[in-house]
Protein backbone atom coordinates (compact mmCIF):
# COMPACT_ATOMS: atom_id res chain seq x y z
CA UNK A 1 0.00 0.00 0.00
CA UNK A 2 1.47 3.41 -0.74
CA UNK A 3 0.57 6.41 1.06
CA UNK A 4 1.48 10.38 0.52
CA UNK A 5 0.96 12.25 3.50
CA UNK A 6 1.60 16.20 3.46
CA UNK A 7 2.67 18.52 5.97
CA UNK A 8 3.43 21.96 6.88
CA UNK A 9 0.80 23.63 6.39
CA UNK A 10 -0.72 26.65 8.34
CA UNK A 11 -1.63 30.29 9.21
CA UNK A 12 0.73 32.86 7.88
CA UNK A 13 0.66 36.80 7.31
CA UNK A 14 0.83 38.21 3.65
CA UNK A 15 4.99 38.34 2.73
CA UNK A 16 5.40 35.38 4.96
CA UNK A 17 7.05 31.59 4.23
CA UNK A 18 5.71 28.26 4.58
CA UNK A 19 7.49 24.81 3.29
CA UNK A 20 5.35 22.00 2.79
CA UNK A 21 6.65 18.07 2.15
CA UNK A 22 4.78 15.81 1.21
CA UNK A 23 6.54 11.93 1.81
CA UNK A 24 5.52 8.61 -0.15
CA UNK A 25 6.25 5.32 1.59
CA UNK A 26 4.72 1.85 1.25
CA UNK A 27 6.12 -0.75 -1.96
CA UNK A 28 7.56 1.81 -4.00
CA UNK A 29 9.97 0.84 -7.11
CA UNK A 30 10.76 4.72 -8.08
CA UNK A 31 8.90 7.55 -8.53
CA UNK A 32 8.54 9.73 -11.46
CA UNK A 33 7.37 13.29 -11.42
CA UNK A 34 5.83 14.88 -8.71
CA UNK A 35 3.41 17.76 -8.21
CA UNK A 36 1.52 20.13 -6.34
CA UNK A 37 -1.78 21.47 -6.79
CA UNK A 38 -4.04 23.38 -4.40
CA UNK A 39 -7.51 24.41 -4.58
CA UNK A 40 -9.39 27.58 -3.00
CA UNK A 41 -12.65 27.61 -1.67
CA UNK A 42 -15.24 28.06 -5.15
CA UNK A 43 -12.20 27.52 -7.45
CA UNK A 44 -11.04 24.80 -9.73
CA UNK A 45 -8.07 22.78 -8.87
CA UNK A 46 -4.53 24.50 -10.30
CA UNK A 47 -1.51 22.49 -10.87
CA UNK A 48 1.16 24.96 -9.02
CA UNK A 49 4.64 23.27 -9.20
CA UNK A 50 5.96 19.82 -10.62
CA UNK A 51 9.10 17.80 -10.76
CA UNK A 52 10.51 15.35 -12.56
CA UNK A 53 12.87 12.87 -11.57
CA UNK A 54 15.54 14.50 -12.43
CA UNK A 55 14.54 17.74 -11.13
CA UNK A 56 13.39 19.48 -13.94
CA UNK A 57 10.91 21.98 -12.85
CA UNK A 58 7.89 23.86 -14.01
CA UNK A 59 5.34 26.34 -12.06
CA UNK A 60 2.05 28.01 -12.56
CA UNK A 61 2.59 31.92 -13.79
CA UNK A 62 0.76 33.12 -10.58
CA UNK A 63 3.50 31.11 -8.60
CA UNK A 64 7.11 31.84 -10.37
CA UNK A 65 9.40 33.68 -8.43
CA UNK A 66 7.75 32.92 -5.20
CA UNK A 67 7.90 29.43 -4.71
CA UNK A 68 10.70 26.92 -5.04
CA UNK A 69 9.59 22.72 -6.08
CA UNK A 70 12.46 20.60 -4.88
CA UNK A 71 12.67 17.05 -4.21
CA UNK A 72 15.42 14.10 -1.70
CA UNK A 73 14.57 11.03 -3.64
CA UNK A 74 16.63 9.29 -0.93
CA UNK A 75 13.65 10.21 1.37
CA UNK A 76 11.18 9.63 -1.34
CA UNK A 77 9.83 13.32 -0.71
CA UNK A 78 9.04 16.43 -2.59
CA UNK A 79 8.66 20.12 -1.17
CA UNK A 80 7.20 23.33 -1.91
CA UNK A 81 9.05 26.18 -0.28
CA UNK A 82 6.63 29.26 -0.20
CA UNK A 83 7.83 32.77 0.13
CA UNK A 84 6.09 36.31 -0.39
CA UNK A 85 2.58 34.39 0.62
CA UNK A 86 -0.47 36.83 -0.65
CA UNK A 87 -3.99 35.89 0.68
CA UNK A 88 -5.30 34.56 -3.31
CA UNK A 89 -2.20 31.55 -1.61
CA UNK A 90 -5.15 30.61 0.47
CA UNK A 91 -5.97 27.10 -0.91
CA UNK A 92 -5.67 23.22 0.25
CA UNK A 93 -2.44 21.98 -1.42
CA UNK A 94 -2.39 18.67 -2.34
CA UNK A 95 0.58 16.76 -3.77
CA UNK A 96 0.59 13.68 -6.39
CA UNK A 97 3.31 11.13 -7.88
CA UNK A 98 3.92 8.57 -10.28
CA UNK A 99 4.83 6.01 -8.25
CA UNK A 100 6.37 2.81 -10.36
CA UNK A 101 5.13 -0.36 -8.08
CA UNK A 102 7.15 -2.43 -10.61
CA UNK A 103 9.21 -1.12 -13.25
CA UNK A 104 6.44 -1.28 -16.31
CA UNK A 105 3.48 -0.45 -13.85
CA UNK A 106 2.92 3.38 -12.92
CA UNK A 107 0.02 4.24 -10.93
CA UNK A 108 -0.64 8.08 -9.47
CA UNK A 109 -1.49 8.70 -6.02
CA UNK A 110 -2.97 11.65 -4.20
CA UNK A 111 -2.20 13.15 -1.01
CA UNK A 112 -5.03 14.32 1.61
CA UNK A 113 -4.55 17.62 1.54
CA UNK A 114 -2.99 20.43 3.84
CA UNK A 115 -4.93 23.90 4.24
CA UNK A 116 -2.54 26.93 3.67
CA UNK A 117 -4.46 30.11 4.97
CA UNK A 118 -2.27 33.70 3.65
CA UNK A 119 -4.24 36.16 6.59
CA UNK A 120 -3.43 39.11 8.67
Known amino acids: QVQLVESGGGLVQPGGSLRLSCAASGSIFSIGAMRWYRRAPGKERELVAGITQSSNTWYADSVKGRFTISRDNAKNTVYLQMNSLKPEDTAVYYC??????????????WGQGTQVTVSS
Open 96 to 109: NADIFLMASQVRLY
